[in-house]
């Protein structure tokens, strides 16, 4: 069965600093897709990047990007020049399509990041 | 379109009430699901729906029940509430291997 485990249940940063937010994952799938949601206090479920296992190259999203080690099977987030808004929990999230139109998600537990002014 | 809507937001109920959490999404998807959110649990499937008529079991199905009459709507229900059953409620739809989520529905039992 697929797990994801997320390490670091609450880290905090300094506003403009950079932080890497932890995931590893386990499965023997080869075909799978992995996601980090960030939940501000208004509870919405914001997707902030995505990753195909197939591709090699690391996803960007302009001050997220990830580091993806499938060896490894790691999925790391990291978010640059932090900002306030930044402030929220991350959740990563394994997704394995079973069929036409059907998919199994994993959620990670989720850290809890605070961006210090 | 509006996305994914859910109603209520909020909603406290008493030991063994029953009630309906409403889920509707405007952008014709077959595939949704049903999560609850607990704290330092992540988010866990409850059930989910690969079209209308069609629904099957998650991580955490006891308790609850759906059905999927329509394409667009997705009802959970409660048929008698535990306290146990207090969480964060989260509804989405799926398409091309992106997940859209609901605004969320916090339910407290007493």
């Known amino acids: 069965a697929q797990t994801v485990t997320q390490s670091q249940p609450e880290m905090s940063v300094q506003e403009a600093e950079t932080v890497t937010l932890s995931c590893t994952y386990d499965t023997s799938e080869n075909n799978y897709y992995l996601f980090w949601y960030k939940q501000p206090p208004s509870r919405q479920m914001i997707l902030v990047i995505r990753q195909e296992a197939y591709k090699q190259q690391n996803a960007t999203e302009n001050r997220f990007s990830v580091n993806f080690q499938k060896a490894a099977k790691s999925f790391s987030l990291k978010i640059s020049d932090s900002q306030l808004g930044d402030t929220a929990m991350y959740f990563c999230a394994f997704m394995k399509p079973l069929g036409p139109g059907t998919y199994k998600y994993i959620f990670g537990t989720g850290t809890r990041l605070k961006v210090l002014a | 379109n509006a996305g994914v809507t859910q109603t209520p937001k909020f909603q406290v109920l008493k030991t063994g009430q029953s009630m309906t959490l409403q889920c509707a999404q405007d952008?014709?998807?077959?595939?949704m699901s049903w999560y609850r959110q607990d704290p330092g649990m992540g988010l866990r499937l409850i059930h989910y729906?690969?079209?209308?008529?069609?629904?099957d079991q998650g991580e955490v199905p006891n308790g609850y029940n759906v059905s999927r009459s329509t394409t667009e709507d997705f009802p959970l229900r409660l048929l008698s509430a535990a306290p146990s059953q207090t969480s964060v409620y989260f509804c989405?739809?799926?398409?091309?291997?992106?997940?859209?989520f609901g605004p969320g529905t916090r339910l407290t039992v007493l």
């Open positions: 729906s690969v079209g209308a008529g069609i629904t």
């Open positions: 952008m014709n998807h077959e595939y």
């Open positions: 989405a739809s799926t398409l091309n291997n992106e997940q859209f």
